[in-house]
């Protein structure tokens, strides 16, 4: 890849951080990871081609331009967090996604509980996630597991901490979450 392709890139991740609140390569690889999908399901459930979903995940391109997709991706991060706290199983999870790729979407606003749960307490793993994308927008992996071993002598639960959400899968910080909580 070169200069230029270089810097598309990194604008269109950029302009990708300000619409959805992270690149769409690190958010969709979380859903695959969360729900068990390889890219080619994902790109199904959402109603995108393969090709599609490969260029929004490597800044490529920049936009989803089709506002039901969009209303899909966050119909499917509603999806994984309900998994990820137990309320929803694998199986009644994948009747949802299909459920979910026959949706036709509505208004991209008027879910305004995409991220609570029933209480309208935020999901762990979205407190988790949160934690681990603005991590990731600081520094690379590499980066902060660097700075984990700086700190491991004098400062072990804090690099912990740094491995864990900085590095880490989300199902690990996930639980490292819920042992910390009093």
């Not at 309320?87 to 996604?97: G, I, K, N, P």
């Not at 988790?128 to 004098?154: F, H, K, N, W, Y």
């Given at each position: 890849m070169d200069a230029a392709q270089q810097e598309a890139t990194a604008r269109a991740q950029e302009l990708q951080r300000n619409w959805y609140g992270e690149p769409l390569g690190a958010l969709f690889r979380r859903l695959i990871e969360d729900l068990g999908l390889n890219q080619a399901r994902l790109a199904g459930v959402l109603g995108l081609s393969a090709p599609m979903l490969s260029q929004l995940m490597s800044g490529q391109r920049a936009k989803i331009g089709n506002p039901a997709v969009v209303q899909r991706v966050q119909l499917l991060q509603d999806l994984?967090?309900?998994?990820?706290?137990?309320?929803?199983?694998?199986?009644?999870?994948?009747?949802?996604?299909?459920?979910?790729?026959?949706?036709?979407?509505?208004?991209?606003?008027?879910?305004?509980?995409?991220?609570?749960?029933?209480?309208?307490?935020?999901?762990?793993?979205?407190?988790?996630?949160?934690?681990?994308?603005?991590?990731?927008?600081?520094?690379?992996?590499?980066?902060?597991?660097?700075?984990?071993?700086?700190?491991?002598?004098?400062?072990?639960?804090?690099?912990?901490?740094?491995?864990?959400?900085?590095?880490?899968?989300?199902s690990d910080a996930v639980a490292h979450y819920q042992s910390h909580q009093s």
């Open positions: 994984a967090g309900q998994v990820a706290d137990g309320s929803v199983s694998a199986a009644e999870a994948t009747e949802r996604m299909d459920e979910i790729k026959k949706s036709q979407g509505g208004s991209v606003l008027s879910n305004t509980t995409q991220s609570t749960s029933s209480s309208g307490a935020p999901t762990v793993k979205r407190v988790v996630r949160e934690i681990q994308s603005l991590l990731r927008s600081v520094a690379a992996a590499g980066d902060i597991i660097d700075a984990a071993d700086t700190l491991a002598p004098t400062h072990p639960e804090l690099a912990e901490f740094l491995r864990v959400y900085g590095a880490g899968r989300t």
